[in-house]
């Protein structure tokens, strides 16, 4: 069975930065794309950024691009999106996700098969 499981969140001011980190365990994960996603409460789970299982391809979600950088440690079944910038907006759960289906990178929630736990993310002065 495979587990996700984020760590890394917490509450950082307004232009602060913080690095969450995703780790596989159960099954190596380096044919799967990755994702990110985030939630805030009475509202769906939002595409953040994507990296492919090869050539690390990226994508990222508009509001995020220039702050936010997604990579991955294959070698060590890991994801990780570094958080720059951050804005009260940012606010949020996040959760880590892979995806078996590498032909493309996926921004629907409903392509990934494994997910974390989530992890809070609080933006605040």
């Known amino acids: 069975q495979v587990q996700l499981v984020e760590s890394g969140g917490g509450l950082v001011q307004p232009g602060g930065s913080l690095r969450l980190s995703c780790a596989a365990s159960g099954r190596t994960l380096r044919r799967y794309n990755w994702g990110w996603f985030r939630q805030t409460p009475g509202k769906e789970r939002e595409f953040v950024a994507a990296i492919a299982s090869v050539f690390g391809l990226t994508s990222y979600t508009d509001s995020v691009k220039g702050r936010f950088t997604i990579s991955r440690d294959n070698a060590k079944n890991t994801v990780v999106l570094q958080m720059n910038s951050l804005k009260v907006e940012d606010t949020a759960v996040y959760y880590c996700?892979?995806?078996?289906?590498?032909?493309?990178?996926?921004?629907?929630?409903?392509?990934?098969?494994?997910w974390g736990q989530g992890t809070q993310v609080t933006v605040s002065s």
């Open positions: 996700a892979a995806d078996p289906n590498t032909d493309s990178l996926g921004r629907s929630p409903a392509r990934y098969d494994y």
